[in-house]
Structure formats: C-alpha cells, structure tokens
C-alpha cells in the first residue's frame, strides 16, 4: 500500500476538501488498483470525464469573454491548445501533482510520455473532485490559477495553430508533397489503447506521436515534424 499525505497537496493548492476519498480517488491510476485489490478504492477515470467538461466550459467562459472580437473558430483552436496533453501536464506538474499519484509499480518508473498523459489525466480528474466536492466556482478558482498562465504562451507562440495544417502548408511549399499520416503500432488493452502515428513527407518519415486516439497522434507527429524541420 503506498500511503501519500494528501493534506500536503491540499496545503500547497489552497483547497481543502470536505471528502478526503473524493481528492484520493482523483490521484488513483487504474494500474494501481491491479496491485491493491485489498483496498476499497476506485480509479480516478469518472472523474476525469466529468473534470474534462467542467474544464471546457471554464475555459469558453474564460476565451469568450477575453477576446470578444475572435471568432468560433478561433476561440475553439484556441481551447484545444490551451487544453491539451502538453500543457495540462505542464499545469500538473507546476502544482506538484506527480509527487501523489497512485500508480503500479511498472508505471511509476515510466517518466516518459506515459506520464504525460496521467498528469494531463489527473488534473482533470482533480477538476472533477473539486467541483462535486465545493462546486463550480472553486473548479474556476483552481483553473485560473493554474492554467490560464500559459496563454500568453499559447497565443505568442501560435501553437493553437492546428500542427497538421501547418505541417502541410509548409510541406507542399517547400517539398511539393503533401504529408501523409500511417498508424505504426497500437499499444495497450482496449480500455487504454495509444496510438503511435508516423507522418511521411513522400518516403522519409520525418517524425511520430502517439496520442489516445488516431487524430491526437496525428497531430503530435505534426508538431515533432514541424520541429524536425525547422518549419
């Protein structure tokens, strides 16, 4: 059993909860269930389902009323950048969630992308407690805080530009060739299967991403090509 003091992540983020099982199920990997049957305890997924909704209305709330003149699809490319794996896991790292997950033993060890995804998971899932446990204005309070500071990251940097139009753009400008995107490998059970994708510029493959689903992977090895080629 790996005991963590939760009271310590509730100190250092400033919330307090009313159900302690609720801010334990929000750090619990499915994996470490498989090691600790003995436990009465349940994987944090629900509420990663319900915190990724209540994340996405915070943050349309947040983008319609910060830029008024910017249209629909630009607040949603927006969104999708300020929400996705990378900058979630920056957001849950930066709030020292990695120190209290509950993890197996094989996942633990793995600080690679993996655990990317379970930080970017796990700030979801703890959206999702937080707001079942003191509601939707403290769900805003958390999110505000810790996450609407990378922005201005986002916007300077263009990356809510979508990668795969990008890649392209760039790829018939300079190569004459229009990328095309192969599935290379499906890793995991069905409840949990990643994608790895390769994107190719004629037969070089420039890069590879993996993602939850075919379109998240796609898009990932658009923004490794992108940086591969200096483009």
């Known amino acids: 059993m790996d005991e963590k003091d939760f ?29 600790n049957r003995g436990e009465e305890l349940e994987h944090n997924e629900r509420l990663e389902f319900l915190g990724d909704a209540v994340l996405e209305l915070i ?17 949603t490319a927006f969104r999708s950048a300020l ?8 957001a849950a790292t930066n709030t020292e969630m990695n120190d209290f997950l509950l993890l197996s033993k094989g996942e633990a060890k793995d600080n690679g992308r ?9 700030f979801e899932a703890f959206i999702g407690a937080l707001y079942l446990d ?8 958390f999110i505000e805080k810790n996450l609407f500071l990378f922005l201005d990251e986002v916007v300077e940097k263009e990356l809510w530009q979508d990668a795969k ?9 300079k190569a004459n ?3 095309n995107y192969e599935t290379l490998r499906e890793i995991g059970p069905d409840h949990d299967k990643k994608f790895v994708v390769g994107v190719y510029v004629g037969d070089e493959l420039v890069a590879e991403g993996e993602g939850n689903s075919k379109q998240e992977a796609e898009q990932m090895a658009a923004e490794k090509a992108l940086q591969t080629k200096g483009w």
């Open 7 to 35: 009271g310590v992540f509730e100190e250092k983020s400033g919330f307090v909860f009313k159900d302690k099982s609720l801010l334990k199920k929000a750090f619990t990997h499915r994996s470490y269930l498989n090691e």
């Open 83 to 90: 929400v996705n794996t990378i900058i979630l896991s920056k």
């Open 177 to 179: 060739l229009t990328p």
């Open 134 to 141: 003191q509601g939707y204005a403290a769900a805003k309070k």
């Open 114 to 122: 993996a655990r990317q995804y379970i930080l970017a998971d796990t």
């Open 59 to 75: 943050t349309t709330d947040f983008l319609f009323t910060k830029y008024p003149r910017k249209t629909e699809g630009e607040l």
């Open 165 to 173: 139009s990008n890649f392209q753009e760039h790829a018939q400008e």
